[in-house]
């Protein structure tokens, strides 16, 4: 009936709480597990060699936990200080407060874990029992391998199978937090007032929890319908998706069903977790659409338009700042591109200029040359989607100043180069976006023939469901641009006839 440490700020959206079985600080048994492990350890490494004494497991264990528990509060302790204290102080909430213990009404695996180091502290009275370890080594040892075992027994007593619907609502809980954390891990990138150090600390912290909570989720909704509804989709509709991303200008997304729950068990989780590899963030977090991959923020060609900064001063400082980082990841990478485009001019001439009679060898050069202009080709289309959101940040940077100069009333425009003094067709955009409408139009029948097949399962047919609303919004926006574009090729069809004729 008792939860040890509960974290400071507890059920508040930075902080939920964890359900009742639950223990109330994880660092708690992971530290009696390290400990215990780290004793076994140096115990078995002392037999081989033996060098084995009496007491050397309660000593070793005693000494990794006074090691552990340390090491494993502080990063609690700075997610209170960077995140917890800064969202409940938005909120106008109360200060986070810190507690020992709480009485919750239930038994969970905190009363496994107290009850074990309880009966390795009524052993650890019989000295005799521990001969080789004495004073608070013997005590400190006895508590931490308690705890453990403590823990082996709460895992079977209180096992999440029988707590289903609070562990789901827990978890989708929990990656919200993590959306709100990234959030504001994002807020402190902008913020030079801030160390460098603690900026990437709480950069690390947010995608480690989004990560955990959100990104196998991600990766799972975003599976093609083919591969989930066998047999729904005809090869007529597989050519139409194809010549839709044959298109120039048009980067389709994959149309997906998201036919599994939001929250599964962690064992689906720790089995999605090499598929896992980026996950995107929720829209409006930053200028472009971006991604947490390996840690690190990957900003994609895409207007982000559901990013609102809280200021015209926020929003300009934090574009300049999204600015100044792409022109850092482009200079980087025109200087690796430099570097592979010489070492690729280098073993061409070698390619052709040898004639190696062994055709195995020269395969092999052949095939060492695709890969580098590959890879070149590679970095050169990274530094162009650099250069178009380094130039669509530039715009909106304008577009805020002019608003700010002219109190919201002046619009900040490109002036036009090509277009300059002569009428333009934009029948290539009208293309794009009639193959778009062409697909969307295709995905609204797929989708419909799931839904309406007696194979699909009630639940998934409730999503796809929700899903055709949707598209068919996106439908209704396409057909809005269609007809728009369609109008301004036909006048400038038009208008171009009128000036031949004229001349």
Not at 62 to 89: E, G, N
Not at 298 to 322: I, V
Not at 461 to 485: G, H, I, M, P, Y
Request: include cysteine.
């Amino acid at each position: 009936m008792t939860r040890l440490l509960p974290p400071p700020g507890e059920g508040h959206r930075i902080q939920p709480r964890a359900p009742e079985h639950h223990h109330g600080n994880p660092a708690i048994p992971l530290t009696s597990i390290l400990s215990v492990s780290l004793g076994l350890a140096y115990t078995t490494l002392r037999s081989i060699a033996g060098r084995i004494a009496p007491g050397t497991f309660l000593r070793a264990t005693a000494a990794s936990a006074c090691l552990t528990l340390p090491l494993l509060s502080i990063a609690p302790a700075f997610k209170t200080h960077v995140f917890v204290r800064p969202a409940l102080a938005h909120d106008g909430a109360a200060p986070p407060r810190r507690r020992l213990w709480e009485n919750n009404g239930r038994l969970g695996r905190d009363d496994c874990l107290l009850a074990g180091g309880a009966l390795g502290a009524l052993a650890a009275l019989r000295a005799r029992s521990f001969p080789g370890a004495a004073g608070w080594r013997r005590y400190v040892g006895a508590v931490t391998a308690g705890s453990c075992a403590g823990w082996f027994v709460g895992q079977s007593a209180f096992p999440d199978s029988r707590h289903a619907a609070s562990v789901l609502a827990w978890r989708g809980q929990m990656r919200r937090a993590a959306e709100l954390e990234m959030q504001l891990a994002l807020d402190a990138e902008s913020d030079a007032g801030r160390a460098l150090v603690v900026r990437k600390a709480m950069l690390w912290l947010a995608s480690l929890d989004l990560r955990r909570y959100g990104g196998a989720r991600a990766v799972r909704a975003s599976r093609q319908i083919e591969g989930l509804q066998q047999g729904m989709e005809s090869p007529q509709g597989a050519g139409s998706q194809q010549s839709i991303a044959a298109q120039p200008g048009m980067r389709p997304q994959p149309i997906t069903v998201p036919l599994f729950p939001d929250d599964e068990g962690d064992e689906n989780d720790e089995g999605d977790e090499d598929e896992d590899e980026a996950s995107t963030l929720p829209p409006g977090t930053a200028p472009h659409t971006v991604a947490v991959l390996d840690g690190k923020l990957l900003f994609m060609p895409e207007t982000d338009y559901l990013w609102s900064p809280r200021s015209a001063e926020d929003g300009l400082r934090t574009l300049r700042q999204h600015i100044a980082e792409l022109q850092d990841e482009r200079a980087h990478l025109a200087k690796e591109a430099e570097f592979v485009w010489l070492e690729l001019a280098k073993k061409e001439h070698a390619y052709y200029s040898e004639h190696d009679d062994d055709d195995n060898a020269r395969e092999v050069q052949r095939r060492a040359l695709n890969l580098l202009d590959s890879i070149h080709h590679s970095h050169w289309r990274r530094i162009s989607d650099i250069d178009w959101m380094l130039a669509n940040s530039k715009k909106n940077t304008r577009q805020i100043e002019a608003m700010q100069a002219g109190d919201g009333q002046v619009a900040w425009l490109p002036r036009p180069q090509a277009l300059a003094g002569s009428v333009h067709s934009p029948e290539l955009t009208r293309n794009c976006i009639r193959s778009h409408w062409e697909g969307t139009k295709h995905v609204i029948g797929v989708l419909e023939e799931v839904a309406s097949s007696p194979n699909t399962p009630e639940e998934a047919r409730k999503r796809v469901n929700a899903d055709l609303e949707d598209v068919r919004v996106s439908l209704k926006a396409t057909e809005a641009l269609l007809k728009e574009f369609e109008e301004k090729t036909q006048e400038a069809d038009r208008n171009s006839d009128g000036s031949s004729r004229a001349r």
